[in-house]
Structure formats: C-alpha cells, structure tokens
C-alpha cells in the first residue's frame, strides 16, 4: 500500500523534472561544466535535482534522499537507513549535450537495501517506464498503459544488445561468445537502454565503464518486474548502500532470467569504484 501511494506522485514529479529539462534542451539555455570525475554536468541537471529534491521531501519529509548531484553521506552515516530516495535528475547527459534528445529522469524508492519503486521518463518521447516490486512493470505513453515483459531469446537467432551510439562495437563484440550472432540496437541514456530489455525490443544491454547506483536502482525493480535481471560482469547481483563507494561495476541487463547468459557472455571481473 506504502508503495502504491507514492507511484502517482513520483511519476508526476518525473515528468515536472523532465518538463524542466526539456524546456532547457529546446531552449539551448544551459551551461555546462566537468564533475572531478571528468564526467559533464549542465545546469540542467542541477535544476532538475533542486525539483524533484523539493518534490519528495515534501511527500516524505523522513525518507533520505540520494542523488548523483548532490554530496554523498559517509557509508556510517547511511548503512542503516531502512529506506531512501535514489535518484538521476538527468541519466545521459552527454545525449543531452549532444543534442540526440535520448535522455531521461531516473527516480528510486530502495527499502531495506534492494530498489522496490522505480520510475523513468524520457521527455522526448513524452514516456514513462514504472515499477513496484510484486506488481509488474508498466509502459505509459500519454494515457495509454501496457504492462512490459521481457523477450525469451531464442538459440540460433540473433542477440539483440542494446549498446551506446558512442562506444566502439568491438568492445562489445570482445564480451561475446558468438560475435557473429550480435545485432546492436543503438540508443543513448543507460536507463533507456535498460528499459529496451525490459520491454522485450532487446535481449541484453552490456554496460561498460562507469556507472553510479543511481543508474540502476529505477530500472533495477523495472526489469525485475518485466522478469529480467541486472547482474554485475561476473554474474552476480548488484548491491545498494553497501561501501562507500556508489559506483558500480561494469554490468548486463538481461532478458529471461532463465537463459543460461554464460553460454552467450564472458564473465570478468571489473571494479566497483568510479
């Protein structure tokens, strides 16, 4: 019930923030720096933070929040929140800046260590993708709904993998069993990428470098519930609010959980620092 009451409010504050940053992306109003990370920021991003940090301590002055553009709390200070905010005022920024529209807002609800809410909306398209753990995973284009579902890849046809249009596809052609079987699916934003899985327009979306656990917790519960699964470079889950760090390791999103993925990607082990 907790959860059903926020899911309404939270997809409106998406879509204020994503309101926000659309009017800045026509407009060509927006300056833009690097983060210590040498990754961009844009003023953008930081007007759709101050919003949506607005938005839910109004509609849950006791939650925490945390958010890729505000200062992270020391591990101490934060292990023992039994729930809290997580949040990507703009996942793709450098679409944003490159003018391809594939950006989009990210908002998690993660209670007792494992994302249990998750909304995302992507401006140019006007679209919602939502989920709340045990209830299924939803696609909402205006007032249309459709509840979303993971394809089962099927031996011998091709991989769809969703990719980057900014990585070179040899990476991704190098984590493969059988390269020769890949078909790409180019799009920008991890969390629009991810939610290509869950919908079941691609079977996997390989991640390299750098990520945040704010690029995954929305679209954690989102392709849980589609009946996928994000697992780390080795095949194991992800973790949340659990080191110091909030990067992640490289990751896969993939569809059918029951697929043996080993037959068709190499495990690795990569680091979970930013």
């Known amino acids: 019930m907790f959860l059903s009451k926020l899911l309404e409010p939270v997809k409106a504050t998406a879509r204020e923030a994503g309101a926000i940053l659309w009017e ?26 101050t919003h949506i940090i607005a938005r839910l301590s109004e509609l849950t002055p006791d939650i925490p929040i945390i958010s890729e553009e505000t200062q992270i709390l020391p591990l101490a200070q934060r292990s023992d929140w039994p729930r809290y905010w997580l949040i990507d005022p703009m996942d793709g920024t450098q679409e944003f800046v490159a003018r391809s529209g594939d950006f989009a807002v990210s908002i998690a609800l993660v209670e007792h260590g494992w994302p249990a ?32 579902r993971v394809q089962q890849y099927q031996p011998g046809e091709p991989l769809r993998i969703a990719v980057s249009r900014r990585q070179p596809r040899q990476l991704i052609h190098d984590l493969l ?5 890949a078909e790409f699916i180019a799009l920008g934003s991890c969390s629009l990428k991810s939610c290509l899985v869950a919908e079941g327009k691609a079977d996997c ?44 390791p490289d990751f896969m999103v993939i569809g059918a959980a029951v697929q043996p993925w080993s037959e068709l990607i190499k495990a690795r082990q990569t680091a979970r620092e930013l």
């Open 117 to 148: 809410l998750g909304v995302i909306f992507w401006p140019k398209e006007q679209l919602l993708y939502y989920a709340t753990r045990g209830n299924g995973a939803f696609k909402q284009q205006h007032n249309l709904i459709n509840r979303i």
């Open 24 to 49: 800045l992306y026509q407009s060509g109003e927006f300056s833009q720096q690097q983060k210590q990370d040498t990754s961009p920021v844009t003023s953008a991003d930081l007007a759709a933070n």
């Open 205 to 248: 979306y390989l991640r390299l470098g750098p990520t945040g656990e704010w690029d995954t917790g929305a679209v954690q519960v989102i392709v849980e519930e589609a009946g996928g699964k994000i697992l780390d470079s080795q095949f194991a889950p992800l973790s949340y609010n659990q080191r110091e760090t909030l990067g992640n």
């Open 177 to 181: 069993q059988q390269p020769e079987q």
